[in-house]
């Protein structure tokens, strides 16, 4: 996966005129945050009138508060949903919702934008999209609830589908319940109902894996598997798929061709080449578009 630059607006390269008059101030926001105390406040705002600083390079002069907290501040002021530690049973390992400019979630947007651009149209039938590869222990599921996490970020409703019958991870990684899901969903038992939202990631729902079936490729390759996807595909801009890996289970490939399209994902250094390409040439005689291969890199 391409790491990006880090770029960031602090409190000092935020020009006044472009924040949301219904937001509140920065100096407010730390104090809510506990990262600043009332009485330094006032410390912070004599300095900055005496030499006409803004309020966020006051207090960091101080040494009251760092660029992180002004970061965390200003991504509540522009209403962009993020977690910090101990606020979520999120896991820390979906770094797109704790670490929002790490290098890591830098190349995750730069692959939200291409995927935008070659797959996503909100106006049209490309709304789903499974994420594939051949081996084990390859990343699927940490792109998946990344990526997931991304396009939430970016106000799309975003629904994540753990189509992984066999080694379901999203509810471990959103920290959900698993009693119900996709596999009561599939066998008649149950219904969409089983999505969960995500609290305090706006915009982001899970339909976790639910009880893992002795029949996972005969339940996916199913009429109503496909029906759900239409269905859901009303609801959402966009949908993911968690799926086992390709080389092992036929499942890939089934859930791949029922969504159309498919992201394979390649670890670096692991990934053999031709398993790679001998995969991807599978789900393209399957008739799934193979929208990319993205390489991965673990956290």
Do not use: C
Not at 241 to 249: K, M, V, Y
């Amino acid at each position: 996966m391409t790491t990006l630059h880090r770029v960031i607006d602090t409190a000092a390269q935020a020009p006044a005129e472009i924040r949301p008059e219904a937001d509140r101030s920065i100096g407010a926001l730390l104090i809510d945050a506990g990262k600043l105390k009332p009485e330094d406040a006032e410390r912070v705002l004599r300095l900055q009138r005496e030499q006409n600083l803004r309020f966020g390079d006051a207090a960091k002069q101080l040494g009251l508060i760092t660029d992180a907290d002004i970061e965390q501040a200003l991504l509540r002021q522009f209403d962009y949903p993020y977690l910090t530690a101990g606020q979520s049973t999120v896991q820390a390992s979906v770094v797109a919702a704790y670490q929002p400019f790490s290098p890591q979630v830098e190349a995750l947007r730069a692959l939200r934008s291409q995927l935008m651009l070659r797959w996503f149209d909100a106006s049209a039938e490309q709304k789903t999209l499974a994420i594939t590869s051949p081996g084990r222990h390859e990343g699927r599921s940490w792109i998946t609830a990344n990526l997931g996490v991304v396009f939430s970020q970016l106000g799309e409703r975003t629904l994540i589908i753990d189509a992984d019958l066999r080694n379901p991870r999203q509810h471990h990684l959103f920290g959900i319940d698993n009693r119900a899901g996709l596999s009561a969903f599939l066998s008649g038992r149950g219904g969409p109902d089983s999505i969960q939202r995500i609290p305090a990631l706006r915009d982001l729902s899970v339909l976790p894996a639910g009880t893992v079936p002795p029949n996972p490729q005969e339940l996916l390759a199913r009429p109503v598997f496909a029906q759900l996807l239409a269905q859901l595909a009303n609801e959402f801009d966009v949908i993911l798929i968690d799926t086992p890996a390709g080389s092992l289970f036929a499942d890939g490939q089934t859930i791949a061709v029922r969504a159309s399209g498919a992201l394979v994902v390649a670890q670096r250094n692991a990934s053999r080449l031709s398993l790679l390409r001998s995969y991807t040439d599978m789900l393209r005689q399957a008739s799934a578009t193979v929208v990319g291969v993205i390489l991965n890199e673990k956290p």
